[in-house]
């Protein structure tokens, strides 16, 4: 599968061991030339995001050290990494956890789909966006679909 898009850098932060494993063989398998870094807790990700370039992160809200709504919250307050595309990728299906997410100024939500094919369809659609203009705004995706989230939904 041959890249059309500029994603040629992706950060994982999770500290789910198994599911970095999925994600990152999901990835290599149709994405093979886009570079997958791992990081298990928010330090981590705030030292890797200053001394590497990344062009989208995917964040899991439920780490050690700081959670991800406090990571979403320092990145967009560093002028070097504000306008870094970042994915909320989270096992919550709860609507709340996805509007804070949004009002921490995520860029979209992604539910930790149930197996691999589901991963597929998600990356699929995420990798071939223009996070710069962003017309993902405001969805998220769960049980293999996207939907859009509304404060009332």
């Known amino acids: ?12 932060a999770d500290d789910d061991k ?3 494993l999925v ?5 290599k398998k149709d994405y093979p030339q886009i570079h997958v870094s791992y990081v298990s807790n928010a330090e981590e990700l ?3 995001l200053h001394e590497h370039q990344t062009d989208l992160l995917f964040l899991d809200l439920n780490m050690p050290c700081k959670n991800g709504y406090e990571c979403l919250r320092e990145i ?6 504000k306008d870094l595309p970042i994915i909320v990728y989270s096992s919550s299906a709860h609507l709340s956890d996805i509007q804070k ?6 860029d979209f939500y ?7 094919e ?4 998600a990356l699929q659609t995420i990798l071939s966006v223009n996070w710069r203009v962003n017309p993902m705004r405001n969805h998220y995706f769960i049980n293999n679909r996207f939907v859009p989230f509304t404060a009332s939904a």
């Open 101 to 106: 997410s949004f009002i921490h100024r995520a």
């Open 23 to 27: 994600f990152g063989r999901v990835l």
């Open 110 to 116: 992604v539910v930790k789909p149930f197996n691999s």
């Open 118 to 121: 589901h991963l597929k369809t």
């Open 76 to 81: 967009r307050k560093d002028p070097t990494l």
């Open 46 to 48: 705030l030292t890797f």
């Open 1 to 12: 599968m041959e890249q059309t898009y500029p994603i040629q850098s992706i950060v994982l």
């Open 18 to 20: 198994d599911h970095a």
